[in-house]
């Protein structure tokens, strides 16, 4: 297009005379590389492919630790490191299995369950997580104490400030309060109490502290003129005044907002990422220079919230824009791992209906199951198979005990929770249409990566699949289970998929063209900037 042509010679012109660089933020997936779900698979590619759009402007992945700002030389670990991150999937894998029973414990002895026998299931299930704990932390002790030794001080600083919380709420308690003198023999011995954190803390400083994902990093001097991309999931990261800091230094910082949903939608998210993200959310307003959303749509309520936070006149000395994702999968390693569980699903003559997100409220599965319930009641013969893939997420449990025992699990009904990148690729090539009913998305990474794919998509009707798949996408309610049931027996039926228009028309920019959109979306926004 024109005008962005104009826009790149003008951006040109700015960084030969100002020496830009900008540094994309990745501190989340270099310390968990393994995962694999929406924001991850965002990052990675995008890194992956910075060495593509060097001409445009100098980008370097970065990683915010420990008060530092460091390179990343490699962002996939060697495979040394790979035997830490396998012993951490593994225990994760044990830790959700292990309170997935401890829930399932406490549903089955029902509301009316005597409150003592509650307590003693909580706390033998407590201790007995050190079962799968202790492994973990012997890995760890070889291959990463200085990981260790942080996590091990911020749980000891946490267990630390409850301690005088307990203290405090005694005096109340107690009516020490308003007695002087017995409230300082009582405070010197809680003073001599927290001697045990000090020595705690003096002992784990002894531990070596060698990490071996330190390999792949190297210390970064901030220049003035450069620019923070926050990419990764920050609002888990206690950054905030670490980048006030180098915003002292010149440092410029722009966000990327993924979506508003724990701030729009916060019933389908954890109280703690609730309150974690709306910190985050305010601290970032006040601080960033602008900010590039995932869709059009959450741009545009990014501004909204923007305006409601800071007020018309500050909130206009940010600047707004979006960049869309790409869809290849990185991960893809031809067929040779393939389960033979999948390979058996579309072997056997199924029409295989895909549904891929982490399990969780918000992705509406419990709408799919209900779905296609209706249309397996109405034609018991019918040949359609729901197919479910994702990692499990937060607050589902009764949704996986429903489908674990379901009737039809097995036959037209199945689930993979660990699929890598070269399962998900044979799925999509040999499923018959994804389906994806999420209540609210920020963009709907799955979508793309189906379509790109040649494999039409059944959504749900909310605004951003609308800018996404347009006329391409067959659309159903929300409210309505049987309109989607509609659409998949009107497709068995005809053959004719139900979109509007073919989906050979539908074309949608790769990995590269979008970490270029990005990179040059942002590089003509802070070009502007004075070093």
């Known amino acids: 297009m024109i005008a962005d042509r104009v826009i790149r010679l003008v951006m040109d012109q ?157 005096e109340r308690r107690s009516g020490i309060v308003r007695m002087p003198l017995l409230r300082g023999w009582f405070r010197s011995l809680f003073r001599i109490g927290s001697l045990g954190f000090l020595l705690c803390r003096k002992l784990t400083a002894l531990l070596p502290r060698h990490d071996i994902a330190a390999e792949r990093i190297r210390e970064l001097q901030v220049q003035p003129g450069d620019v923070l991309v926050l990419l990764d999931s920050s609002w888990h990261a206690d950054i905030f005044s670490h980048v006030e800091r180098l915003r002292q230094q010149g440092l410029g910082v722009v966000a990327v907002i993924y979506d508003l949903i724990p701030l729009t939608h916060s019933k389908f998210c954890n109280d703690e990422h609730v309150d974690a993200f709306e910190r985050w959310l305010e601290w970032v307003s006040r601080t960033a220079d602008g900010f590039i959303a995932i869709s059009e749509t959450i741009s545009n309520e990014v501004r909204a919230d923007v305006i409601r936070r800071l007020g018309v006149e500050e909130a206009g000395k940010r600047w707004h824009q979006h960049f869309q994702l790409g869809s290849e999968l990185d991960q893809v390693k031809g067929d040779a791992g393939i389960r033979a569980a999948v390979r058996t699903l579309f072997a ?130 929300l409210d309505d289970p049987g309109s989607l049931a509609a659409l998949v027996s009107r497709f068995e039926a005809s053959g004719e998929f139900p979109a509007q228009r073919p989906l050979a028309d539908w074309s949608w920019p790769g990995w590269r063209e979008s970490t270029q959109q990005l990179v040059e979306r942002i590089a003509a926004h802070t070009a502007q900037r004075p070093a």
């Open 14 to 170: 700015k960084i030969r005379k100002f020496r830009m660089r900008i540094l994309v933020e990745c501190t989340c997936v270099f310390d968990h590389p393994y995962l694999n779900t929406g924001i991850q698979r965002v990052v990675r590619n995008v890194v992956n492919h910075l060495p593509d759009v060097q001409a445009i402007v100098e980008c370097r992945p970065v990683a915010l630790k420990n008060n530092r700002i460091y390179e990343v030389r490699r962002l996939i670990p060697e495979r040394r490191e790979c035997v830490l991150i396998d012993a951490q999937k593994r225990f994760e894998r044990r830790r959700n299995a292990y309170w997935h029973l401890h829930h399932n414990i406490n549903q089955a002895l029902g509301p009316r369950s005597p409150h003592w026998l509650r307590r003693i299931i909580n706390a033998f299930f407590r201790l007995g997580a050190f079962v799968f704990i202790l492994p973990f932390v012997m890995v760890m002790l070889v291959f990463a104490p200085g990981r260790l030794h942080d996590r091990f001080q911020i749980r000891l600083g946490w267990l630390h400030n409850r301690y005088w919380q307990f203290h405090q709420q005694l």
């Open 348 to 477: 056997n003559g199924h029409s295989v209906y895909l549904m891929v997100s982490t399990i969780e409220p918000r992705k509406n599965h419990a709408y799919l199951l209900d779905a296609f319930e209706r249309l397996w009641s109405a034609e018991p013969d019918a040949r359609a198979t729901l197919c479910i893939i994702g990692r499990i997420g937060w607050k589902c449990a009764p949704l996986i005990a429903r489908i674990r025992s379901h009737p039809e699990l097995g036959k037209r009904l199945f689930m993979f929770n660990d699929l890598g990148d070269s399962e998900l690729e044979y799925c999509y090539r040999h499923s018959k249409s994804l389906v994806f009913p999420s209540f609210v998305e920020g963009f709907g990474l799955p979508l793309v990566e189906a379509m790109q794919r040649g494999l039409p998509a059944m959504a749900s009707d909310i605004p951003v699949f609308r800018e996404i798949g347009a006329d391409f996408l067959a659309y159903f309610q």
